[in-house]
């Protein structure tokens, strides 16, 4: 069964610093991946997404993820740390060989930036 | 454009009752999801519509739960009766395209508590 973990439910950083979100998943195929933002008491909002295409992926907002099938992850980073990214960051995946359109998600990191 | 909208934003209830919550998609989009959030837990997938009918219901937990979507625009998800375990928060997502790597809209979720 396929499953997506994020490793961390709370990650605290410095404004400026780096940010480092960790997802692994678990599948005999290679999954599609999504990375997912939520502002409070916002919708969730994509922040990126591989889609085989290129293995380092750009997002909004200074994102980029960087899809490693050797290490089964796909991990979130950005540079520098604004206050702004401040929230709670999801890892979601689908399997390519499914008819289904749902997503199997992580549990969760949520990101607090100190200044 | 209008995003993916809930209603109502929250709903507390006691065990037993009944409670209907509202999803309308973005205008055009064929395919609607519902997930579920439980405290603490990851999101859930519960079920996927293409148009007005059930692609998967894989994810839907017990016959307590009834989704419809008449005329294939808003959707609705019954809880009846609700029991307290049904709290959480119920996200639907929208998509014009049900490919692997087509973005799901999502809206900001609906606040469910079982008293």
């Known amino acids: 069964a396929q499953s997506v973990t994020q490793l961390g439910s709370h990650v605290s950083v410095s404004e400026g610093a780096l940010v480092l979100l960790r997802c692994n998943y678990s599948s005999s195929v290679p999954p599609y991946l999504f990375w997912y933002v939520q502002y409070p008491n916002q919708g969730l909002q994509l922040l990126l997404k591989?889609?085989?295409?290129?293995?380092l992926v750009k997002g909004i907002n200074g994102f980029e993820a960087e899809f490693k099938k050797s290490e089964t992850s796909f991990h979130l980073t950005k540079p520098s740390a604004h206050m702004s990214d401040a929230a709670e960051y999801f890892c979601?995946?689908?399997?390519?060989?499914?008819?289904?359109?749902?997503?199997?998600f992580g549990q969760g990191t949520t990101l607090q930036v100190k200044p | 454009e209008a995003g993916v909208t809930q209603f109502p934003s929250h709903s507390v209830i006691e065990k037993g009752q009944t409670v209907t919550l509202r999803c309308d998609p973005i205008s055009g989009h064929d395919n609607l999801y519902w997930y579920r959030r439980v405290m603490g837990k990851e999101i859930k997938f519960l079920l996927h519509f293409v148009k007005e009918s059930k692609q998967d219901e894989s994810g839907m937990p017990n016959n307590r739960f009834l989704a419809e979507r008449t005329g294939g625009t808003y959707s609705t998800l019954k809880v009846q009766p609700a029991e307290l375990e049904d709290s959480g928060v119920y996200f639907c997502?929208?998509?014009?395209?049900?490919?692997?790597?087509?973005?799901?809209?999502f809206g900001p979720g609906t606040r469910l508590t079982v008293l």
């Open positions: 997502a929208s998509s014009p395209f049900r490919g692997v790597t087509d973005t799901q809209y």
């Open positions: 591989y889609t085989s295409a290129a293995t």
């Open positions: 979601a995946a689908r399997v390519g060989s499914s008819n289904t359109g749902k997503l199997i």
